[in-house]
Each structure stands twice: as structure tokens, then as C-alpha cells.
């Protein structure tokens, strides 16, 4: 059985290694779940490997907000204090507190 651990937990602000991006984790995949259309549009000198976490992030850079995905090789975390302002973060997270955002529903 595969047993992987993910670095960052739901509600935690991360921001890409490379990119100039910032969201916040509402959902971790042990390891790669995506389509592989979606895998083979990475240039392959960029891709990174399957087998890893991979997280859903409501993300947003200085012209939009959106939904990303990302693996853990390429995600560090943000330790800037600063809110990210996905608009569809109220729907998931409770008040931005301690630099993470508390998760407004129960999990199992």
C-alpha cells in the first residue's frame, strides 16, 4: 500500500516555487488524479513526477483568481501574514486567523 504524506494541509497559504501565484489548499490528492492531457501540456523539462501530493489551491496572481493545481515539489509556504482574496474562499474557510484559514464545515 502507498503511504504518502502531504507538507501542507488544507487551509494552509502556499505559493509556487516558479510561478508568481499564491492560494489557499482545499483538497490534497495522495498522489497525481489530474488528466494525463492536462499532464502532457507541462513542458516536459517542467513536469513533475505523479508520485507526490498534489494540491487544489484557490489561487490568485496580480490580474485574477482561479483554481490550481500543484504539486508539492513546486509549493513552499507563505509566511507573509497577507489574506489571498480568491472570492470563493468564504464558501470553504472561516476569517483569515494566524495566517491560515480555518475550514467552515466538519470532515469525516
Do not use: C
Not at 488544507?10 to 497525481?32: E, I, M, S, Y
Not at 509556504?77 to 467552515?104: K, N, Q, R, W
Amino acid at each position: 500500500m502507498l503511504r504518502i504524506r502531504a507538507k501542507y494541509h488544507l487551509g494552509q497559504v502556499v505559493r509556487h516555487k516558479k510561478h508568481p501565484f499564491r492560494g489557499v489548499v482545499f483538497d490534497v490528492d495522495p498522489q497525481f488524479t489530474n488528466t494525463d492531457e492536462w499532464y502532457q501540456a507541462i513542458p516536459e523539462e517542467s513536469r513533475p513526477s505523479k508520485e507526490q501530493p498534489f494540491y487544489h489551491l484557490l489561487a490568485e496572481n496580480d490580474q485574477s483568481y482561479y483554481v490550481a493545481y500543484v504539486s508539492e515539489q513546486n509549493l513552499v509556504a507563505d509566511y507573509s501574514g497577507e489574506p489571498v482574496d480568491h472570492p470563493d474562499i468564504p464558501d470553504m474557510f472561516g476569517p483569515f486567523s494566524d495566517g491560515t484559514y480555518p475550514l467552515h464545515f466538519q470532515l469525516n
